[in-house]
Structures are given as structure tokens and as C-alpha cells.
């Protein structure tokens, strides 16, 4: 499952929160969770901090965690290339993890930088892969 928002203008403002949900039916497989960030060669920082709500089946308040996501090894960007336009794809947690209740998943992202908004940003999302573990 891959979900992405655009963000208008290539300019995210600290007050656009995009939410993405998916269904969880089977609790006993192991998952990989990524960020998904698209920006412009022009993004004028080596990093983004991400703030990541999270509300699992059941419950009835999210949980907040906060991400410091790399986007250059040395002096050049990582991630794949298109252009000028760089798409990264960062493991949220090193180790996999197991949704351990059934039912709906619900996620909210917004940037934690300085500017506001933050310039060049094309797309934010989320990526879930099944982990062979």
C-alpha cells in the first residue's frame, strides 16, 4: 500500500496535515513502514522532521512520535532521481513491526521545520510493504 498527498504550490504549510488510513486484517505478518517525500532540487535543507500521528482500531486518540528523515548521504541528495525532482522512501522504524488489532489505521503527517511553509515539497505519504521476516 502506497498512498502520497500533493501539497499545493510545492509549499507545505505547518497547518496542512495530510491523513492517510488503511485496513489491517491479518495481525500476524510483519510490515515495513516508510515516509514517502518528493521534493524539487531546490529544497533547501540535507533533512525534513516529520511529526506522525497515529490512531490504531479502537482507539480513540492519536499518538504523536517525531522522525528526523535524512535526504542527503555526503554532499548528494539520496533517493531516486527524475529530473530535478527526488523521491525518497525512508524506513519509519528499523525493525518491522506487527498491527497487532484488526480494523482501520489512520496516520496524519505534518512538517516540524522552521519555515513555514516549507518550499519545494511536492508530496508526502506513506509506503507499507509485508516484510519477509
Known sequence: MEQTNAIPGHAWSSDRVPEFSFDITDT??????????????????????????????GDTAFTSQRFELPLTRGDRWSGRAMDDIREHRILM?????????????????????????????????????????
Open 93 to 133: 522504524y528499523r525493525e518491522p513491526v506487527r498491527f497487532r488489532r484488526p480494523g482501520r489505521y489512520r496516520v496524519r503527517l505534518h512538517q516540524l521545520m522552521r519555515q513555514d511553509p516549507l518550499k519545494h515539497v511536492m508530496n508526502v505519504g506513506l509506503r507499507i510493504e509485508r516484510s519477509g521476516r
Open 28 to 57: 500476524t505478518s510483519f510490515h515495513r513502514l516508510f515516509f514517502v517525500i518528493r521534493h524539487t532540487d531546490a529544497y533547501e535543507f540535507n533533512n525534513i522532521w516529520i511529526g506522525a500521528e497515529s490512531m490504531s482500531p
